[in-house]
């Protein structure tokens, strides 16, 4: 029998971890028809925020980007996109990057269908001179897996183009089985993650978790990391960092 006072889930001062099992929806305006789970934002202590959004019969995503872009990635099923005056048949893989101040529209095609997306305030480059990123419809499975510092056992995928523009990189790595991170990284960078496959132990600021498929962690700046992949499959996650601007402000 399983026993509903217990669960892997953790909310720390510089990380947690949500596992799916403690979800509980809210409502946002414009989104109707949807399970919407906001995992990650600034009450945690955050800088951006993480949405797990299941669409339910006639689910549909729709607003107007502010201060903050967006970037959404269809975990699962099948969508209708508009942004920017941009229109796509969305499936599993395929993600649209939304900048700021653009309207977006998704409507769903098939029941379930599950979006994830991240949210940060843009910083504008400083003096103006250039201007916020344009709309990007793709897919992470025309992208290649690079091979991670020289080991093999690790490939990323960067899916957002690496240019100053950027404020946010959002990344699909893989680990194949008993494949780790080769060192504990110490990073301003924050991290928001999803378990898209497979499994393992990920380290946290010294305390162990094991996770799965359908976790998601956050990771504050400083908080340390490593992760080794367990199992019969590769693990795969992808992740938010925000890249590209000096965070120093003194
Ligand atoms: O990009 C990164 O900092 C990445 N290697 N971190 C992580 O996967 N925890
Ligand atoms: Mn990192």
Redesign the pocket.
């Known amino acids: 029998m399983e026993i509903s006072a217990l669960t892997r889930s953790v909310v720390k001062r510089n990380h947690a971890v949500i596992a799916p099992d403690g979800y509980v929806n809210s409502n946002i305006a414009g989104w109707k028809n949807c399970s919407a789970n906001v995992i990650i934002n600034e009450a945690m202590g955050a800088n951006f925020c993480q949405i797990l959004t299941t669409m339910n019969k006639d689910g549909e995503i729709m607003g107007v980007t502010q201060a903050s872009e967006i970037f959404f990635y269809v975990v699962r099923g099948k969508c209708n996109a508009n942004a920017g005056g941009g229109e796509k048949e969305l499936s599993k893989g395929h993600y649209v990057y939304v900048p700021v101040e653009t309207a977006y529209q998704f409507n769903c095609e098939e029941e379930g269908t599950q979006v994830l997306s991240f949210h940060k305030v843009y910083e504008h480059l400083p003096g103006g001179y250039s201007p916020p990123p344009p709309v990007i419809f793709d897919r992470a499975g025309g992208i290649d897996g690079n091979t ?1 510092l020289g080991d093999p056992a690790l490939r990323l995928q960067v899916l957002l183009p690496d240019k100053p523009a950027f404020d946010m ?1 959002v ?1 699909i ?1 893989t680990y194949d089985p008993g494949g780790h ?1 080769p060192f504990v ?1 110490t ?1 301003i ?1 924050e ?1 928001g ?1 999803l378990y898209l496959q497979g499994q393992g132990i990920y380290m946290l600021d010294h305390e162990w978790y094991p996770v799965k498929q359908g976790d998601s962690i956050w ?1 504050a700046p400083f908080c340390q ?1 490593w ?1 080794t992949a367990m199992g019969k499959e590769p693990a795969v ?1 992808i ?1 938010y ?1 925000n890249v590209n601007r000096f965070p120093t402000t003194v």
Do not use: S
Request: proline content about 0%.
């Open positions: 991670y990189a990344n790595f991170l990284e990073h960078m991290h993650l990771m990391q992760f996650y992740y960092k």
